[in-house]
């Protein structure tokens, strides 16, 4: 299922570029500096950074898995992430707050991503497929968005967490 995505993806990605899409990315005087390149170009030097999309969009997604799963965990996996341990934290100052444990209701971003319209039929080879395809820079610019509001959540979990802590000890 996943090579028949990725393969769903590359083909969406491909139709979408046409040739008003290439970059330039010729530099005079080009030196390496580790991962990115500077050079000159138009009597300006800049630092440029070239990235495989495809790689790119995949770092992306994990990242934004891999935080949300460090924030409101994995049952599968004994992981009850951040919003566990507060939820865990309040419950046990419960006496000190008169029983009340107030935590904020889940946020979970990518719920709305299984959701996304599917198309059902025969490929070229005649397998029975589901398909969904996308724009790439819409999915990638989601994900982004995703992992920017996903490090704000982690924040405002870590910073909860450490105010709960410290209203245990005194």
């Known amino acids: 299922m996943n090579k028949l995505w990725l393969a769903g993806m590359v083909i969406a990605g491909l139709v979408g570029c046409s040739s008003k899409d290439k970059l330039d990315t010729e530099l005079e005087d080009a030196q390496l500096m580790g991962r990115e390149t500077v050079g000159k170009r138009d009597d300006n030097y800049v630092v440029q950074e070239k990235k495989n999309l495809i790689h790119h969009l995949q770092e992306v997604q994990t990242d934004v898995y891999t935080m949300e799963e460090n924030i409101y965990g ?6 009850k992430g ?3 341990v507060l939820r865990d934290c309040k419950a046990e100052a419960a006496p000190q707050t008169g029983g009340k444990v107030d935590i904020v209701p889940k946020n979970i971003l990518t719920e709305e ?14 397998t029975l497929i589901t398909l969904r395809e996308e724009d790439l820079s819409q999915r990638l610019k989601r994900f982004e968005g995703y ?24």
């Open 74 to 79: 994995n049952r599968d996996l004994g992981n």
């Open 113 to 126: 991503e299984n959701k996304l319209s599917r198309q059902t039929g025969v490929d070229e080879s005649g």
């Open 82 to 84: 951040k919003y566990g």
């Open 147 to 170: 992992k920017t509001a996903y490090e704000k959540q982690e924040e405002w979990f870590d910073s909860e967490i450490q105010a709960c802590r410290q209203s245990q000890r005194e």
